[in-house]
């Protein structure tokens, strides 16, 4: 398709966005839709097709976000021009400007065939699906072979386009090239296609219904809820203190995974204080995103969607912080006489000296003394 000093014919309706991007990218404005407009410069129309509703060229369109980004897409909307100087707008599915379009009941076998065909799967990639099916391609599939048929089943699920198979290239191409544009297009509108719902937008989440605890036991579980692939976990504690599953095992990002429970565990004799650890996911969100013009109403411009799949990440974090631990009574034993017998109230405790000795020797003393008064009584008297 070609975009005429601002417009091109073209396409047809499209699933609505698998499922706008979760991140917070740069492209997003503040109600959360990014926007774009059409490159020219990275844009690639290759072959004019013959259809039961018009000759328009396949074209893949080059496409940059507000942020700088560059993603590749396919017209919808098969009669109506495309404009290079208008504001698109990711929109979703159930805000598709045309209702009565097919795309409504088609949007699964659509899909299907944004995932399926090219680029989000690779030339060899594409080739060796049609291998499976007993198809062989002539040398190899070009990229102007791949766009071509996948542009084709877009058009055909979204506006009910149907493409001549006996001669499915409007100008003179080789038969070779024909037969592998018939070929990749009968396969993504086959019996194959059993359909693809729209995909949900990455997700991370960590819940922890107990974030506060004591040194020398294990807070948590932190419950870990996403539908992406877990590449990422790290933490800031202090020395010592490590993120662990509930048997103490420490972990990392490879143990992570949906439903997954954490625990922070923190030694006995830790200083109080807190911390908190971070984990990151990524998923596939690109693939069957929908822009449309920002004023359609008042200026229509064909819709787009998303072609390739990129990775986009997500973030979570979870803190926790604990008090020192519980000090632990010291036992006491009731003191006991020299006897063994515990000591009564008013009763001394027992110093480790016998208390009759000073009194044993007290009595030798006063003996003594006595006898020294009666020898001296006896010789007064001689």
Not at 92 to 97: I, M, R
Not at 139 to 165: C, P, R, Y
Not at 175 to 193: F, H, P, R
């Amino acid at each position: 398709m070609q975009v005429r000093s601002a417009f091109a014919r073209g396409g047809i309706a499209v699933l609505a966005a698998a499922a706008a991007v979760m991140v917070s990218a740069p492209s997003a404005l503040a109600d959360g839709a990014a926007r774009g407009r059409i490159d020219e410069a990275t844009s690639k129309r290759v072959y004019r097709v013959n259809t039961d509703q018009g000759d328009p060229y396949a074209k893949l369109f080059g496409f940059k976000l507000s942020d700088g980004k560059s993603l590749k897409l396919y017209c919808v909307e098969f009669s109506t021009h495309a404009y290079d100087d208008v504001d698109m707008v990711e929109t979703a599915w159930n805000k598709y400007p045309d209702a009565g379009s097919p795309f409504v009941k088609n949007s699964a076998k659509l899909n299907w065939v944004l995932h399926h065909g090219y680029p989000a799967l690779d030339l060899d990639a594409v080739a060796a699906e049609l291998a499976k099916q007993g198809v062989k391609v002539h040398d190899g599939l070009t990229e102007a072979e791949a766009i071509t048929g996948t542009q084709a089943a877009v058009w055909h699920f979204s506006d009910g386009v149907n493409l001549n198979l006996q001669k499915p290239l409007a100008e003179d191409n080789p038969a070779e090239t024909n037969a592998d544009v018939a070929a990749l297009y009968s396969y993504l509108i086959g019996d194959q296609n059993t359909g693809i719902g729209a995909q949900p937008k990455p997700a991370l989440d960590i819940a922890g219904p107990k974030t506060e605890g004591k040194a020398g036991t294990k807070i948590g579980p932190f419950q870990v809820a996403t539908n992406g692939t877990v590449t990422s976990l790290t933490s800031q504690l202090p020395d010592g203190v490590k993120v662990t599953d509930a048997d103490g095992k420490e972990l990392k990002a490879a143990d992570v995974k949906d439903g997954s429970k954490l625990f922070v565990d923190v030694p006995a004799g830790t200083k109080p204080g807190n911390g908190s650890f971070s984990l990151k996911a990524t998923g596939e969100v690109d693939t069957g995103r929908l822009f449309v013009a920002e004023n359609y109403a008042k200026r229509p411009s064909q819709s787009l969607i998303v072609a390739d799949s990129e990775k986009a990440e997500v973030a979570a974090k979870a803190t926790a912080s604990w008090s020192e631990t519980p000090a632990t009574p010291t036992p006491t034993t009731a003191p006991s006489t020299p006897g063994g017998a515990p000591s009564g109230g008013g009763e001394l405790a027992n110093t480790g000296v016998d208390a009759a000795v000073p009194f044993g020797i007290g009595g030798l003393l006063l003996g003594g003394g006595a006898l020294m008064l009666l020898v001296n009584r006896r010789r007064s008297r001689a």
